[in-house]
Every structure is written in structure tokens, then in C-alpha cells.
Nanobody
Framework: VQLQASGGGLVQAGGSLRLSCAAS????????VGWFRQAPGKERAFVAA???????????????YYADSVKGRFTISRDNTEPTVYLQMNSLNPEDTAVYYC?????????????????????WGQGTLVTVSS
């Protein structure tokens, strides 16, 4: 599996960006793809995750999961034909400034906690920088 993240840039507060994670090797895999971010001086933090094959990754049966800090503002989606995972980010604020990384791992079972841990992911793309100005 190889991942390549893109789409970062500079945007004003309240603006939007769409990040892309081009993935090779996922077309026939039962995987989970996650987005994480790392702000200067902070640890890498979970943003969102999606099941590549449609398996539920939460106990509630959802194929997506979001960190509370981005819920309602960010949307993760996938295009299996590309194959690419997107992160649509709306209503951005300066606290969203970070390097964003996409990552992938095999689907094991339904647990949002499990897939929110960066240590659970085996494959990582290079980061893409998102800067939100006030």
C-alpha cells in the first residue's frame, strides 16, 4: 500500500479545503483509511477514518468516524475507482493548522477507539500542510 496526501495550503478562517489521499494497493483490500494531523509542538492527533470496503468501523454500524473537534465541519469520503480518500474541511479555524497525514491499516473489527489510534496504522503517506490564518 502506498499513500500520497495532497491538497494542503493557506486559507483564511472560515474557508474550506479538500485534502486527497491517493492510495495504491487498496482496491481489493478490506482496509481502514484515517486522517491524522500534527500541529507544531503537539502530538499527532486523530481527525477522521473511513472503511474502504464498507465494513462498519464503529459499534453503531457507521463506516466513518470523526474526532469531536471536527465533527460537523469535516467530511471523509472515498472514491473506490480512483482510488482516493478525501477530507473535505469546512469552517476552518486557526486551530486546524497542522500537517495532515493519511494512513491505512487492515480492517480488524468494529471499534472507533481502535481506529483512532495512530499506532494502529501500518502505512503512512507524506504530510500536507494546512495553514489557517485568522
Amino acid at each position: 500500500v502506498q499513500l500520497q496526501a495532497s491538497g494542503g495550503g493557506l486559507v483564511q478562517a472560515g474557508g474550506s479545503l479538500r485534502l486527497s489521499c491517493a492510495a495504491s494497493g487498496l482496491t481489493s483490500s478490506n482496509c481502514v483509511v484515517g486522517w491524522f494531523r500534527q500541529a507544531p509542538g503537539k502530538e499527532r492527533a486523530f481527525v477522521a477514518a473511513i472503511s474502504w470496503s464498507g465494513s462498519a468501523i464503529t459499534w453503531g454500524g457507521s463506516t466513518t468516524y470523526y474526532a469531536d473537534s471536527v465533527k460537523g465541519r469535516f467530511t471523509i469520503s472515498r472514491d473506490n475507482t480512483e482510488p482516493t480518500v478525501y477530507l473535505q474541511m469546512n469552517s476552518l479555524n486557526p486551530e486546524d493548522t497542522a500537517v495532515y497525514y493519511c494512513a491505512a491499516r487492515r480492517f480488524d473489527y468494529s471499534s472507533s477507539y481502535y481506529y483512532s489510534r495512530s499506532s494502529r496504522y501500518d502505512y503512512w503517506g507524506q504530510g500536507t500542510l494546512v495553514t489557517v490564518s485568522s
